[in-house]
């Protein structure tokens, strides 16, 4: 069954560096998200991305984020100076359409920021 | 800001019996999912409900969501070994939508 593939599964960085954390959603799927665990906290949204732009993005993607998707296969998060609290599993998830298509999520990337 | 209250935070019962894992909320979902997620893994989907008062069945497990769209309940009859893990539930305020809030988290454990 085809999966979401994120790498690495762990980053370890120093506070102010910039991180890139890279996802190959599933290849047919249009719509494109991350979500971020804090290590014993809730699954929260970070942001969405349909057609090549952001959709909708919570009040935690602030200006030190941002998303791509550079070619037809990869969706990037990039965290541009990252902070201590910034530390979490990153999810990347995708769906086929819109309705009920089921979201898929990827196994996440541990970022560790020390 | 939507909150989804997940109880109990901590299950631990009996290879065999049965358990009800519920999901509140004050405030309305157009649609409500539940995922399992194993350590080291991303969430998984189990289902999705949608209308209110709608029941889905997956084997031992039976989906329901409330007449209001607030709340929502998993139960599983027969409990196995295989059932442990972490069951989160996640609404969404728009239906398609999947800006998602997440439950606080259910760690069920059967024992054997």
């Known amino acids: 069954e085809p999966e979401v593939t994120q790498t690495p599964s762990h980053q370890v960085t120093q506070m102010g560096q910039e991180v890139i954390l890279r996802c190959v959603p599933i290849s047919n799927h249009l719509y494109f998200y991350w979500y971020r665990q804090i290590l014993g906290q809730k699954v929260e949204f970070l942001v969405s991305f349909y057609n090549n732009e952001i959709s909708e993005k919570s009040e935690i993607f602030d200006d030190q984020f941002s998303v791509e998707r550079p070619d037809g296969s990869n969706f990037t998060l990039k965290i541009r100076s990252t902070k201590l609290e910034d530390s979490a599993m990153y999810f990347c998830a995708s769906k086929r359409t819109g309705g009920e298509s089921p979201l898929h999520f990827g196994n996440g990337t541990r970022l560790t920021v020390t | 800001t939507q909150l989804l209250e997940q109880s109990p935070q901590f299950l631990s019962i009996q290879e065999g019996e049965n358990l009800t894992v519920y999901c509140n909320s004050s405030?309305?979902?157009?649609?409500l999912q539940w995922y399992r997620q194993e350590p080291g893994e991303g969430p998984v989907l189990l289902v999705t409900?949608?209308?209110?008062?709608e029941v889905k069945k997956l084997k031992r497990l039976t989906f329901q969501f409330g007449d209001a769209r607030k709340d929502s309940s998993l139960h599983i009859t027969a409990a196995q070994t295989g059932d442990t893990g972490l069951y989160l539930c996640a609404g969404a305020s728009n239906f398609g939508n999947e800006k998602l809030t997440f439950g606080t988290g259910t760690r069920l454990t059967i024992i054997p």
């Open positions: 409900v949608v209308t209110g008062g």
């Open positions: 405030s309305v979902f157009s649609s």
